[in-house]
Every structure is written in structure tokens, then in C-alpha cells.
């Protein structure tokens, strides 16, 4: 980047929780290293100051749930030079997009007292699916490493390093031994992104797919896998039903696995 | 340079070969020897329900009484009804963690106005000994010594602390149910390439470790440990051993004109069957003692006055792992399972004059889905047997 005054940064939210903006506040040592080159000029969990757009780099934290959400989305991307989608909400609609699967309206009528004011879409959607992104960072939250090397990428001009392999070459990396294997214990290692440096099964958990389907996953032979180590079918499609349960290879992993929903 | 410096310029020392026998009690005396010798050790542990590689501070760190079942995708901790020391098979782990880590920094390069300088990574070279390598681990180790010192170019970091291994093998007294390195050639009984060999022999009462010397440093950590002259029958006992465990193996491979058949199938339709079940996971290749293949990331920090580089290891099972400039070249599970087999089973003969393969097991029970290796191999030889097509063209 040739331009001599400092990069602007704006991160925005949508329906989202903070987390993964926190994520950002979390690099507390790095970020000084990022104020010092960059202008955040939008970042309303660090800032009440708002400077008006145009944007070097948008980081957008959130899905699409709402008709006003919509509309701002093409106004945060028309005042970006570059948008970088963080987390499972904006990279795949996020733990909200169980909606898709149910009857909003139904929802509406149960949960609130005068359903008439709540303004909602039937469906959670990611941010691609309204506007071109430039970048996707996956994860529930996402990793500040991750993060950190996405701004530093495109501080430089360059790709970010973000691989798109399984969470199971992490997990052999550090050394973890195999939850599946050596315990029978259900993991979504297989058929997830890594990202998270594998933390659940250094716990002695199986994987919670909370960073998407990895670049291939094979998901039938994956689920039939589970079927053996003892899952129902029910299980199986709520375990592809979390953080990411719209992105597409586990929702149809999980409308594959026949329903035995009481 | 199959063992770096581990002869002295006068060659073999004259203790190689010798053989005695270190009573159960005194086992503990032979660790602090190795200690005092200046090397630390590292050695299995029972940890998170496996037995895996890790320091060793004390006997009691080591795998007393326990024990492995192995299966295709399957693996539980057991105990066993005595004592034993090294009374497991390989398990998830292997030397190459410690010779080749899974992260390692290479480099580190600063920004120096318009030029700049390059710091070199400390080589860590503490003199570590290795207690319990298997046969299958000894040629294991071997072979990525020829991948990583035995060509033109030499990789300092592992040549740094392949220098510094004190190799303590371990004959195999049981074959897992995985194992079939009687079929690759490797084991159970580890020949050579060792600084000490040990044997355990439970008998009744009797509870001993016959010891034999490989090199010169084998037999300076041996000075002063309590230890008998073996005798005829202690020798046969542990030809015994070994050869009771050769008949145990849980697996076999047909190597038999192996490399022709994979590289003449190359459309076998076991590639497409087997992808059906692989998930592209990689764990066969982070499990596999001989698998080297690896990526370099640069990671610079955010004003780019210091960038790091770091070597990781990576997997022909990645799609990234063959991306050129238009795009993976190997997009496709089957071609990847292929791409692995062929390398490992045929075209590492090409590369570097043996099989890849050392008969191990570890990608048959570490996969999570238990794909066999030796299955794979006996179905595409059956395939061949019978004619089936589409073989003819082997393109791919
Ligand atoms: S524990 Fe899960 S993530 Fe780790 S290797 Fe096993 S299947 Fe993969
Ligand atoms: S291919 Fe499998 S059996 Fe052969 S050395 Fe590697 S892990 Fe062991
Ligand atoms: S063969 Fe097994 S361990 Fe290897 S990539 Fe396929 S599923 Fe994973």
C-alpha cells in the first residue's frame, strides 16, 4: 500500500454476538502495533467515534437476519475497498441460521408478546450471499492469529495463510491423541476447517465443527462412521447443526442423516 | 548417510556386538547412566489413553504393566497381567516428532531500511537419548535420515539433532494387530542402526533385559551399570522372542513385484471405491514415521519488519498441498488416496531405493475411518489378477 496517509479500518456488526470483534480487542499488544499503521475509523466495541467511509479494509462480523440489515450490507460494501467476512455467523449465517430449518413466523408468534414489530427474514444468511466478499475468516469466534495474519495480508497486498485442510492435522501436529480412535468418542475433526489449533480434543472432546467444513469433506462417509461408533441418526444431523449449520456441506449432511426425531 | 557420526574415525568399537543382561531391579540404574552421560531421555508415557512419546524423568514415567489393542481405526490402552516395561507396539507417535518437528521455525529475516538481515534458528541439539525404538522405528528413522541428510542437500536442523540421538531400540516380544513389518522386511528384530539393544524376558520370576551393544556410545552409557555376561540361553531366549513375535504379525503385504502393479493400475477402480470411504483427513500422514512432506509459511509481522519463516508438516491428502497457479492439480479424494499409495508402496523405490513403507501399522489404526492399507493393496492386486477393467492406459 503506496499511500502515505494510514490505512482505514472499519469493522461493522450485524447480527452477531462479539465475539470475534472481541477477538480484535483481544490482541491487545498487536492492536497497538495496528493503531499505530492503521486508522480505525469504525469500531464501535472499541470506539464511539465514528468517521464516515470510504473504507481501505471492512471487517464484518454478523449475518444477514433482518431487512435493514440487507440494505446496510451494500452501504458498508459500496463505501469498502475491501470486505473481510469474520466468523461462523458472516461466513455461513451462524448458530441463528437453525431458523432456516424451523417456521419463523412460528417463532415470532412463541417468543414474542407484539410479534408485529419484530422485523425478521425467514432466513440467517452469510454476508457472500448479498454482496461480494473478499475474504472469509472462519470460526466460532474466529482465531486472533488467524485474524491477525488476514490485516497483516492485506496491509501487504498479499493472500492471507489461512489453510482450508481438516482440524485432524492440527490435532496430529500437537501431538493430541485421537479422541475417535483411542476413545470412540464422536469428533467433527474430519470434515472441519482447522483454525483453532484442534483445542477440543486436547480436551479429551470430539471436534464441535466450529470452524466450517474443511475444503473437502467427506461428510456420508464421515456420518457413517458415527453410525458405527454409536450415534443415532438424529444425533448425527444435530451435531452438523450448530455454528455453521447452513453452510452447505453439513446442511446436507444433516438432512442426510435420516431424521429419528421423536 | 544412513548413521551420521556414530563411528568413531577408528571404527567399530570393540565392544559392538557384546551382549549382557541387566537385571529388572537395576533398570533404573541404566536411565541414570544415560543421564549422567549427558543426554536427556525421551521414551513412552501412558497419556490421554495411549502410549505415546514423551520425556522420561523416571521409570515409574514409563508404560508399567500396560499394553495396546490395536485394530483398522481402533485403539485401547490395556493391562496386562505382569510387569512389562515395553510390553505395547507403536502407538501414535514416532521419533519423527522429536528429528522432524510438526512446527519449526526456520528463520527469522529484519527489515533493515532498504536491505536486510537474516537471524539463523539455534539449532537444538541437546544430546537426546531415545529408549524404546522398534525395528519397524530403526528403519523408519533410517529412511527419513536418507530424505533429510542422505542427498546433495542436507537439512541442518534435523542433521543437528540426528548427530545428538543416543538410539535405544527395544525387540519387539509382541506383534500388534496392525503390524507387518515381517512383510516389509524391517522387523520384528532390529539388527542394526542401534547404540544399545534391549530385550525383555518375563519368565516366572524372572524378569531381565538382555542388553547388546551397537557403538561405541552405547557402550560408555553401559559403564558402570550392574550387569551379568549372557550366556547361551539368554541369546536364545531372545531369538526366541523375536521369532515368535514374526509369527504374530497381525497383517501382511505382498510386496512381490509391487512396484509394477500400483503404477500399472493407475485406473484401478479400487481408487475410486477406497475415496469413497477416505475423508482426506491427513492423519495417516502426520502418523507415518517416514512421511516427510511439509510446507513453509512465511509469517511476517504487521509492518513487516520482521518476518518469520516456519516449516510445518503438510499432506499429499491436502488439496492446497498440490496447488500451482491455476489450481489444485489433485482436486479429487481417490487421487489423493492414489497419490499416497503409489508414493509410498512404489514410487519411493525411484526416489530413494527402498519402499516408503516400513510396515508399521500406524495409518491403519490411526484412521479414523480404518482404511487398510494392506486391504487396498490386496484388492487392487486381486483387480489385476482378474482383468478388471479399466486398467488399460493407467493415465492419471
Ligand atoms: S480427535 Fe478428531 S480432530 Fe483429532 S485426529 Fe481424531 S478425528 Fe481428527
Ligand atoms: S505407510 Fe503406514 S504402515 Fe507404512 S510406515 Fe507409514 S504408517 Fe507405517
Ligand atoms: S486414509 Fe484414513 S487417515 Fe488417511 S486421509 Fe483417508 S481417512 Fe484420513
New interface residues.
Given amino acids: 500500500m503506496a499511500s502515505t496517509t494510514r490505512p482505514r479500518l472499519g469493522v461493522w456488526k450485524f447480527a452477531s454476538c462479539d465475539g470475534c470483534q472481541l477477538s480484535l480487542l483481544d490482541c491487545e499488544d498487536e492492536l497497538l502495533a495496528v493503531a499505530g499503521r492503521i486508522e480505525i475509523a469504525n469500531f464501535a466495541e472499541a470506539t464511539s467515534a465514528f468517521a464516515p467511509g470510504p473504507y481501505d479494509l471492512s471487517l464484518v462480523e454478523g449475518s444477514i437476519s433482518t431487512p435493514h440489515d440487507a440494505e446496510r450490507i451494500r452501504e458498508v460494501r459500496a463505501q469498502s475497498r475491501r470486505l473481510v467476512t469474520i466468523g461462523a455467523c458472516a461466513t455461513s449465517g451462524g448458530i441463528q441460521a437453525l431458523r432456516n430449518f424451523g417456521n419463523v413466523d412460528e417463532f415470532r408468534r412463541i417468543v414474542y408478546a407484539r410479534p408485529e414489530y419484530i422485523e425478521t427474514l425467514a432466513r440467517s444468511t452469510a454476508i457472500a450471499d448479498h454482496v461480494p466478499v473478499d475474504f472469509e475468516l472462519r470460526g466460532c469466534p474466529i482465531n486472533k492469529r488467524q485474524l491477525l495474519e488476514v490485516i497483516a495480508a492485506f496491509l501487504q497486498g498479499r493472500r492471507p495463510t489461512v489453510p482450508t485442510d481438516s482440524v485432524c492435522i492440527e490435532c496430529k501436529r500437537r501431538g493430541t491423541v485421537c479422541v475417535v480412535v483411542a476413545r470412540g468418542t464422536p469428533c467433527l475433526g474430519p470434515v472441519t476447517q482447522a483454525g483453532c489449533g484442534a483445542i477440543c480434543p486436547a480436551y479429551d472432546r470430539g471436534c464441535y465443527g466450529c470452524f466450517g467444513p474443511q475444503d473437502t469433506p467427506n461428510t456420508a462417509a464421515w456420518s457413517r462412521r458415527l453410525r458405527e461408533l454409536g450415534m443415532r441418526p438424529d444425533e448425527i444431523a444435530r451435531i452438523y447443526r450448530t455454528f455453521n449449520a447452513a453452510a452447505k456441506p453439513f446442511r446436507l449432511a444433516a438432512e442426510a442423516a435420516p431424521s429419528g426425531d421423536p | 548417510m544412513d548413521r551420521p557420526a556414530l563411528q568413531g574415525p577408528g571404527g567399530p568399537h570393540p565392544d559392538v556386538g557384546r551382549r549382557s543382561v541387566l537385571g529388572r531391579a537395576d533398570f533404573s540404574r541404566l536411565l541414570a547412566s544415560i543421564r549422567t552421560a549427558g543426554y536427556r531421555i525421551v521414551g513412552p508415557t501412558v497419556?490421554?489413553?495411549?502410549i505415546?512419546y514423551g520425556p522420561i524423568e523416571a521409570e515409574s514415567d514409563l508404560p508399567v504393566g500396560w499394553t495396546d489393542r490395536q485394530e483398522a481405526?481402533?485403539?485401547?490402552?490395556e493391562r496386562r497381567a505382569d510387569g512389562a516395561l515395553f510390553g505395547y507396539n507403536v502407538g501414535?507417535?514416532s521419533w519423527k516428532?522429536y528429528l522432524f518437528p510438526?512446527?519449526e521455525r526456520l528463520f527469522t529475516a529484519h527489515r533493515k531500511g532498504a536491505s536486510f538481515s537474516i537471524d539463523a534458528e539455534p539449532a537444538d541439539d541437546a544430546p537426546t537419548a531415545y529408549l524404546g525404538v522398534r525395528a519397524c522405528e530403526v528403519a523408519a528413522i533410517r529412511i527419513q535420515d536418507r530424505v533429510f541428510v542422505g542427498g546433495a542437500a542436507v537439512d541442518p536442523g534435523y542433521a543437528a539433532r540426528r548427530r545428538r540421538v543416543l538410539l535405544i531400540a527395544v525387540q519387539c516380544a509382541q506383534a500388534g494387530g496392525t503390524c507387518f513389518c515381517v512383510s516389509m522386511g524391517t522387523g520384528p528384530g532390529v539388527t542394526d542402526g542401534f547404540d544399545l539393544a534391549l530385550t525383555e524376558r518375563i519368565e516366572g520370576d524372572r524378569h531381565e533385559f538382555l542388553v547388546e551393544v551397537g557403538s561405541e556410545r552405547g557402550a560408555q552409557v553401559l559403564v558402570g551399570v550392574p550387569l551379568r555376561p549372557a550366556d547361551a540361553d539368554d541369546v536364545a531366549a531372545m531369538v526366541a522372542t523375536v521369532d515368535r513375535t514374526a509369527r504374530s504379525m497381525g497383517r501382511t503385504l505382498d510386496q512381490n513385484g509391487i512396484h509394477d502393479l500400483l503404477l500399472g493400475r493407475l485406473d484401478d477402480p479400487e481408487w475410486e471405491k477406497v475415496g469413497?470411504?477416505?475423508?482426506?483427513?491427513?492423519?495417516c500422514t502426520?502418523?507415518c514415521p517416514t512421511c516427510f512432506c511439509h510446507s513453509t509459511?512465511?509469517?511476517?509481522?504487521?509492518?513487516?519488519s520482521q518476518v518469520e519463516r516456519w516449516r510445518?508438516?503438510?499432506?499429499c491428502f491436502?488439496?492446497?498441498f498440490s496447488e500451482l497457479h491455476t489450481g489444485s492439480v489433485r482436486?479429487t479424494?481417490p487421487s489423493r488416496y492414489r497419490q499416497w499409495m503409489t508414493h509410498k508402496l512404489a514410487s519411493w523405490f525411484d526416489q530413494f531405493g527402498s519402499s516408503g513403507c516400513v510396515g508399521c501399522g500406524r495409518c491403519i489404526?490411526?484412521?479414523?475411518?480404518g482404511i487398510d492399507l494392506t486391504a487396498e493393496v490386496r484388492a487392487i492386486r486381486s483387480n489385476a489378477a482378474a482383468g478388471r477393467p479399466p486398467a488399460a492406459g493407467g493415465s492419471g
Fill in positions: 497419556r490421554d489413553g495411549a505415546v481405526g481402533t485403539y485401547r490402552l501414535p507417535h516428532k510438526s512446527r469413497e470411504r477416505c475423508l482426506a483427513c491427513t492423519n502426520m502418523a509459511e512465511e509469517v511476517p509481522n504487521l509492518d513487516a510445518r508438516w503438510d499432506s491436502n488439496l492446497g482436486t479424494i489404526t490411526w484412521c479414523p475411518v
